[in-house]
């Protein structure tokens, strides 16, 4: 079975652009989390959603935003890109709300 | 608020010797523990976990064991490899009355293992 896939995994962007990451979850997973991973700040949770609902929401500014669609892929969406969002974006995804957790590689992203 | 606290890295050791990663947690309910493993490049592996007081979790010669009196649930392995260098991270995820364990994990800063032949 496939892990736990996100596009892309390596991403340049410039200060006050926006970006969208994409994860796909293992198959047959409904839920899906995204995490930020920072020297600085560790691994800090963005927001976890699960039949298309948002559940839970780490303490982020409103310019990190998410979303799930029907076949539980989910996007998150990073608007007004600064200097500080440069870091290892996790997506996790696991069976349903409140299972074990599986992590893709992840997106660097790296704003300049 | 929940918190996870590892020991203080890196840690450097020899192949074969023992170790030992120090892990503990404040949490407001019955949170479930959890050890990952991330190898350079690559995402976060569930290493091994337990979901109650007293469950010792193991995977791969890892052992962990769930002590709610002191709030830890400390890392060790018997003799480690040079294939065991890698970032470890200890978490923990809240637990919903009925059982159900929020999907929200807050991890413990990492501790870097580095073994030597």
């Known amino acids: 079975k496939a892990g736990v896939t996100q596009t892309p995994r390596y991403l340049i962007k410039t200060r006050g652009q926006q970006v969208t990451l994409s994860c796909s979850p293992i198959s047959g997973h409904r839920s899906v989390s995204w995490y930020q991973q920072t020297p600085g700040q560790g691994l800090q949770f963005l927001f976890e959603y699960f039949s298309e609902t948002q559940r839970n929401k780490g303490n982020f500014p409103g310019r990190f935003s998410g979303r799930q669609f029907s076949n539980s892929r989910s996007e998150m969406n990073v608007s007004t890109l600064e200097l500080g969002d440069s870091a290892l974006y996790l997506c996790?995804?696991?069976?349903?709300?409140?299972?074990?957790?599986?992590f893709g590689p992840g997106t660097r992203l790296t704003v300049t | 608020g929940n918190s996870v606290t590892q020991m203080e890295g890196p840690v450097t050791l020899s192949e074969e010797a023992f170790l030992t990663i120090n892990c503990t947690y404040t949490a407001t309910g019955y949170p479930s523990l959890f050890w990952y493993v991330q190898y350079p490049g690559e995402g976060l592996q569930l290493l091994l976990k337990?979901?109650?007081?007293?469950d010792k979790g193991s995977n791969k010669g890892f052992e962990a064991t769930y002590r709610k009196e002191t709030t830890s649930f400390h890392l060790e392995k018997g003799s480690v490899q040079v294939s065991d260098s890698a970032v470890y991270f200890c978490a923990l995820s809240e637990l919903r009355g009925g059982g159900t364990s929020y999907g929200k994990l807050t991890f413990g800063q990492g501790t870097i293992l580095t073994v030597h032949p």
């Open positions: 996790a995804s696991s069976l349903a709300f409140g299972y074990e957790q599986y």
């Open positions: 337990a979901t109650k007081a007293d």
